[in-house]
């Protein structure tokens, strides 16, 4: 596993085109932005262990709308 420390508003690039972006940091909360192409799955950990096929489409939507 790579560590990385990063502040408010700076961006890691996985890959040529995935960009994770630290959006606010408040105690002990991270918010963070994923620009990733249409055709990457995006799923929160938590939601793994529940999903055995296509993600669920209320996590997905809320991910997709929260990327943009």
Do not use: W
């Not at 085109?17 to 620009?35: E, F, K, M, Q, T």
């Not at 999903?51 to 939507?61: F, M």
Request: hydrophobic content about 45%; glycine content about 8%.
């Amino acid at each position: 596993m790579l560590v990385l420390s990063r502040k408010d508003g700076q961006q890691i690039m996985i890959g040529e085109d995935v960009v994770v972006s630290v959006l606010r940091v408040a105690g002990n909360r991270v918010r963070i932005g994923i620009d990733a192409p249409d055709a990457v799955r995006i799923l929160r950990g938590e939601l793994e262990f529940f999903v055995d096929g296509p993600a669920p489409a209320v996590a997905y939507e809320r991910i997709k709308v929260e990327s943009q």
